[in-house]
T-cell receptor
Framework: DQQVKQNSPSLSVQEGRISILNCDYT??????FLWYKKYPAEGPTFLIS?????DKNEDGRFTVFLNKSAKHLSLHIVPSQPGDSAVYFC????????????FGAGTILRVKS | DADVTQTPRNRITKTGKRIMLECSQT?????MYWYRQDPGLGLRLIYY???????NKGEISDGYSVSRQAQAKFSLSLESAIPNQTALYFC???????????FGPGTRLLVL
């Protein structure tokens, strides 16, 4: 049973438009959520995070929204750029487990120019 | 120079062979992790270590063992490789609970 789910395997967006990547989780103990980006032949790199005491965190073009009641978070990229084309992983951790991360399966984002 | 390095980057081995994947970091972090990535499953935690004397099993530790030789080194061994251990393996480090994990470039392993 996957505790973190990214139900869209891929997403294609036009350059300059908004990209919205979604993530759902089932474990109500998760209190810290992260997004990682991965390019081919490289390891994942941290993008943005949010703790459960917030419902929004913004960093430049990237914003993460957390809806605890729905157990749902989303990553918004505005405006999308071709260099944003990558695999995006949602991850979560629960306080009692230190920072053991549970990852979703990933969403492939393609930004078309 | 990369902060987290993994060797080898690619490895082909045969069923039943013992292999070791190595990870080194220059970030000075205490916490180190081994993950594997499979298509459609994301990254899954194999083992983690919060300091040199601390080793813990992750979600999928069966068939694997680890050694934390020093703060900077964390190796993963497959005692007797099997084909379903074919995957992309990542090492990661972090400095604490709320700190981000930094990943190495990965080792692509094929078990024939």
């Amino acid at each position: 049973d996957q505790q973190v789910k990214q139900n869209s395997p891929s997403l294609s967006v036009q350059e300059g438009r908004i990209s919205i990547l979604n993530c759902d989780y089932t474990n109500s103990m998760f209190d810290y959520f992260l997004w990682y980006k991965k390019y081919p032949a490289e390891g994942p790199t941290f993008l943005i995070s949010i703790s459960s005491i917030k419902d929004k965190n913004e960093d430049g073009r990237f914003t993460v929204f957390l809806n605890k009641s729905a157990k749902h978070l989303s990553l918004h990229i505005v405006p999308s750029q071709p260099g944003d084309s990558a695999v995006y992983f949602c991850a979560a951790s629960a306080g009692e487990y230190g920072n053991k991360l549970v990852f979703g399966a990933g969403t492939i984002l393609r930004v078309k120019s | 120079d990369a902060d987290v390095t993994q060797t080898p980057r690619n490895r082909i081995t045969k069923t039943g062979k013992r292999i070791m994947l190595e990870c080194s970091q220059t970030k000075g972090h205490d916490r180190m992790y081994w993950y594997r990535q499979d298509p459609g499953l994301g990254l899954r935690l194999i083992y983690y270590s919060f300091d040199v004397k601390d080793i813990n099993k992750g979600e999928i530790s069966d068939g694997y063992s680890v050694s934390r030789q020093a703060q900077a080194k964390f190796s993963l061994s497959l005692e007797s490789a099997i084909p379903n251990q074919t995957a992309l393996y990542f090492c990661a480090t972090s400095s604490g609970r709320w700190e981000t994990q930094y990943f190495g470039p990965g080792t692509r392993l094929l078990v024939l």
